[in-house]
């Protein structure tokens, strides 16, 4: 994984060395918003260039590490630098590799990228991309339909590495122009006092009710994951505040690392920021993002309310009291902390849906107004020494995550590229719609098992790519809408989060709370039930996507399914008999795809 957070840096030389690379960084992704019409061959791989010494040196845990690290940097950058610097005359080359001296650059991106990613987050995700390079080159090879027919070796390297493919495609410019941006907005709000002004509303809002410390991890849990997009990053913050104030009132610790793991898990499903796939969603349906936030609003608030529900039939059960006054916030800390979320929040709302700019010029309006910010701390008061360490914070916050999602979003390139250069995609497709019968439903139950299996492997954005690029098409042929099938997708791809065996926000919950982590998965699925129904409600009720143009459909469709999963909620989790678990279970069912029955 990426290394050390900005707390535990050095203060050494190395110090200024990455704090100006991450300002640099920073500069780079801003000013490709105001600089007008960038070639993509020249944009693409500078931001490659300007991630590989997060992933390389800064990211590196042992003296081999960095020694090596140091060679594939230099290697990296320099290829991705003559990519850029040559873009002219590769342009007209139409992804046609000439002479060994470009075959040798197109093998160094190649190998740069998955050992970038194999350091990034893990060796799943990179040898998924090192079997699709496989399969590109020697797949001629394979009898039967599964085969290809062999692509010149010149031009299926040329089409990854120095064509608008491959690694320069449009994921990557989804990395560079909106990923990016949003990322850094996330981070300087997280360096400021935003988070603790989240902590801070829920506490107010919620802290005093029955199971009150949950209901708090809960709501600060869902503000701070929308901007974070990182179920990981959320537990680990949140749940520091959380878990030890559930724990204090004596709640049963699976219960307080499974509500700060599903919480943390809704986070990347609830606007306005979402997590990175969000922004892949706008280039892959040419949704504009207001479009796809609109559709993600209904489905992502039943989700928490479902886990509301759940909350508060554990606390029947378990009798758990709130929190004690003392420990609530004042009403005028509330209101001052969340100005640190609220003026950006406003400013970035405004740009897009008052004043129509594009999402990405809203987002560097709001990372100006919380930069701003970051001169006062939760009293209103400036102290330029504390004000430089938090904008310090932001900057090598911002730096080592925009790289690791940049890693992922490049090694997922090579994927999607194979699959559109051999057409395996396309008989993929053809393999979910003859498995299935041609009939919706069991396509959208191998659907959501691909996604489950595959985001056990890698993150979720990775998990969504791959699967939407495959499954998708047969959805759609099937009668989904696009939007309808790419949040189907986007929802199951972010079940491995709490499901086993690889549920990596309950593993760091079930650490922080020293409890046996399969006890913790179990309560969170039950609590965290929504995230398995919801995605097929959607399919059953469409109308709850169509808030932007038929709001009123959009609100009834939604309060039918609450109805639906307030029942599911409260039977698996407060009814205390099993027949009355299995009636208000079904019912539930049965309120919520009542009409997809035929």
Known sequence: MLAPSAEEIDTGPLRWLRLGLAVGLIAFHLGLIFSGLVPNLVARPLHMALILPWIFVFGARTRRGLATGLVWAALGIGAAG????????????????????????????????????????????????????????????????????????????????IAEGG?????????????????????????????????????????????????????????????????????????????????????????????????????????PLMGAGAFVMVELTGVPYTGIMAAALIPAVLYFFTVWVGIDGYARRHDLRGLDAEDRPRGRDVAITSLFFLVPFTVLLRGMFATGVTAQYAAAQAILAAALLLLFDRRLRVHLPAAARRAERACL??????????????????????????????????????????????????????CLILGMEVPTTAAYVICVSVAGPALIELGLEPLQAHLFVFWFALLSTIT??????????????????????ATAMALGVGLYVIPLGMIANPEVLDLALAPGAAALAGLRMALGLGLISFGLIGARRLVLRISLALAGGFVIFAGALP
């Open 82 to 161: 003559w990519v850029a610097w040559q873009h002219d005359t590769l342009a007209d080359q139409y992804g046609f590799l000439e002479g060994p001296f470009q075959a040798g650059i197109a093998i160094i991106l190649l190998l740069t990228v998955l050992e970038a990613a194999r350091r990034a987050i893990g060796w799943p995700l990179p040898t998924v991309a090192a079997l699709a390079l496989a399969y590109g080159l020697w797949g001629q090879h394979i009898p039967g339909e599964f085969g290809h027919s062999g692509t010149p070796l010149a031009s299926f390297l040329g089409t990854l590495t």
């Open 167 to 271: 690694i320069w495609g449009s994921l990557t410019g989804v990395s560079v122009g909106i990923v990016a941006i949003f990322v850094i907005f996330g981070a300087v709000l997280n360096a400021g006092e935003a988070g603790q002004g989240f902590m801070n509303v829920a506490g107010f809002a919620a802290g005093h009710l029955r199971g009150g410390a949950a209901k708090v991890s809960l709501i600060s849990s869902a503000l701070f994951g929308s901007i974070s997009g990182s179920a990981s990053a959320n537990v680990a913050s949140t749940g520091a505040i959380t878990l030890p104030a559930m724990a204090r009132l004596g709640y049963p610790r699976r219960l307080a690392g499974a509500v700060e793991a599903v919480a943390s898990s809704g986070g990347q499903i609830m606007p």
């Open 500 to 521: 086993p065996p690889v549920c990596g926000a309950v593993f760091i919950a079930a650490g922080m709370i020293e409890e046996n982590w399969l006890k913790v998965a």
């Open 397 to 450: 916050t911002a730096a080592r995550q925009v790289s690791m999602i940049a890693a992922i979003i490049l090694c997922a390139s090579i994927v999607i590229g194979v699959l559109a250069i051999t057409g395996l995609g396309v008989k993929l497709t053809s393999v979910i719609l003859s498995g299935s019968g041609g009939l919706l439903w069991p396509s959208l139950i191998l659907t959501a098992l691909a």
